[in-house]
């Protein structure tokens, strides 16, 4: 099966409690839809680089994904019918890693300091 990294953000306004809500919803689906969630993350309430609806924040969340693309259609499906989702983007990608994604290391980075 293909390989996914889904991203998206959330408005700011829900608890990041909601946030996981959303993500443990997309697992379920991606599991019914015959696929199996490898790795999530949550990266935290971050500004936008614009405005989105009138939003200047989102709460950011990532899922790596090994499913087929038919379930990846619904998925992206569910997302834009869903009222607390201002973006999304899904990337096929060539392998999955359970590594920390480029936006977790930076901010350990920080936290260092």
Do not use: C
Request: glycine share 6%; proline share 5%; aromatic share 8%.
């Amino acid at each position: 099966m293909p390989y996914y990294e889904h991203v998206f953000i959330a408005r700011p306004e829900i608890a990041p409690q909601q946030v996981e809500g959303i993500v443990e919803s997309l697992r379920k689906l991606v599991n019914d839809g015959g696929g199996k969630p490898i790795y999530s993350e949550y990266w935290g309430l971050r500004h936008l680089a614009y405005k989105i609806n009138k939003n200047e924040r989102g709460h950011y969340s990532l899922i790596r994904i090994d499913s087929p693309s038919s379930t990846i259609k619904e998925l992206e499906r569910v997302q834009s019918l869903n009222e607390d989702v201002i973006r999304y983007m899904t990337i096929k990608t060539k392998e999955l890693s359970k590594e920390p994604s480029v936006m977790m290391k930076s901010s350990e980075k920080k936290d260092v300091y």
